[in-house]
């Protein structure tokens, strides 16, 4: 299937959760889904034997600049037996953001999420192991949100240089 | 009250069995393959939980991603996977080249003898990652020997390498459009010439080699008894855990990206791609450390087979990058992903137009694959962990970017 046609599925199935199709912007297009339904949305996808989405490539945040209120998280997706992608998109707001983790339904989800806490700050409802995966435990703030500031110290050890 | 209340529950929580000793394996520990830390909870000599800390190369990649143009971040991408860098290089541009195309605006194609150099040069480093692949694990095993040969055999294709780019790890050849231009390789002069007689030197005397190392370590057998049905990764676990090339054809999913989503010119080339099965008179099970490990092996020799097309076909002439003033992507965002030699190479870019990116999100293929380590390595032994590190080959600085 085509990004289009799973969106148009997407739509039927879900209706208000689904909402938009993006294909504007040059490159993948993408499919727009409520942060609250995404674990539905992906559990469907990956279940459902037209589609059967069995692998998920890459989940990664995005910050596009300090002036956005919202926080990206993308999905890209592949299913392995009808060779098809499609890329689904969510937002949430940076001072409250959370959704439900999607890790229960593929594995490799467990540590992109973690590493998309570690450095946006979003936290995935139902995750059992949520910590900090590539930072040291005790690391204050996000780093790749567009605002951050490096501290100044680290434990005694000065940071920029 | 309530302190010595948390201190205790912590207890109950880190000594769940009466029995169980904590071992750090790592950060520095040869085995490992960089600087990977593992938790290990161990009830004698059986791993109870083997718990992966990884971390400890992390140099901010993405973060200085957002910071640099976009020929600027490819020395950085050399820096993820530093074994076969050619093909992070590769990777990167593939998906930059990707989103520029993508612009109907401009004509950009990247021309025809960039593309062959391209592939000459990422199949050979493919080898050379896999030599050094095969050499450590041989070294993690207890074998020596098969070390000091890779390594012998790889020195050969850093000079190939340097002589093209002048770096031995590190190289910054591949450019978004086309191939560095550092050192000259003119059309059809004699040092091309020269140079393609190298290679070709190399590719007789290292054909006949694969076969001899199947014999010394392949085939060993306490190679065999310390690898075969040892930590099976199933079809199903692979494809959740996200593990990509050799370690998915491993567990014998038949899936290359060469292949089967070709991009630059590999459709125009004859090879196979190996893919485990159960051998019972040898005592390989499907998916186990010694069906990762032969996958290797065997790539190498389909690598060994490209490159003998290109060099029987010869370079194409004309220039080696594309036409154009500056790297300034569409507005747009892209997902590109290319077969390095541990897998599945992804790169997402976003751009909102301007000559640096608004975000790089390298996908590395060692990441997804070292998530699977905790679920292989449950009630092994603590010998068994070093073979499935070395099986499922990684390279931290891919992992922590």
Known sequence: ?161 | MESTQQTESKIIELKPFTDEMIVNMGPQHPSTHGVLRLELRLDGEIVREAIPHIGYLHRCFEKHSENLSYPQIIPFTDRMDYVAAMNQNWGFCLAVEKLLEADETKDFEVPERAEYLRVLICELNRIASHLLSFGTYGMDIGAFTPFLYAFRDRERLLLLFEKVCGARLTYNYIRIGGVSEIIPLEPGSIAEQNYLDEIEGFLDYFEPKIDDYNDLLTSNSIFSERTMGVAVMSEEMALSYGATGPNLRGSGVDWDLRRDEPYSIYDRFEYDIPVAKDIPELGAVLGDCWSRYKIRMDEMKESVKIVRQILAEGLPDGPVMADMKAVRPPKGEIYFRSEAPRGELGFYIVSDGTPKPVRVKGRSPCFSALSALQELSRGLMVADIIAIIGSIDIVMGEVDR
């Open chain 1, 1 to 161: 299937m085509n990004p289009e046609e799973i969106y148009k599925t997407l739509s039927d199935k879900f209706g208000g959760a689904i909402l938009g199709y993006d294909t504007e912007l040059a490159g993948d297009p993408n499919i727009q889904i409520a942060p609250t339904a995404i674990a539905d949305v992906c559990q469907f996808l990956a279940e459902t034997d037209t589609l059967a989405f069995d692998s998920l490539m890459c989940l990664s945040g995005i910050d596009l600049g300090v002036k956005e209120e919202d926080l990206s998280i993308v999905y890209h997706l592949y299913g392995m037996q009808h060779r098809h992608t499609v890329v689904l998109k969510t937002s949430v707001p940076k001072t409250d953001a959370h959704l439900p983790t999607v890790s229960h339904i593929w594995k490799t989800a467990d540590w992109h999420e973690r590493e998309a806490y570690d450095l946006y700050g979003i936290l995935f409802e139902g995750h059992t192991d949520l910590r900090r995966i590539l930072l040291p435990d005790d690391w204050e703030g996000y780093p790749l949100r567009k605002d951050y500031q490096e501290p100044d110290f680290y434990r005694g050890m000065r940071v920029p240089y």
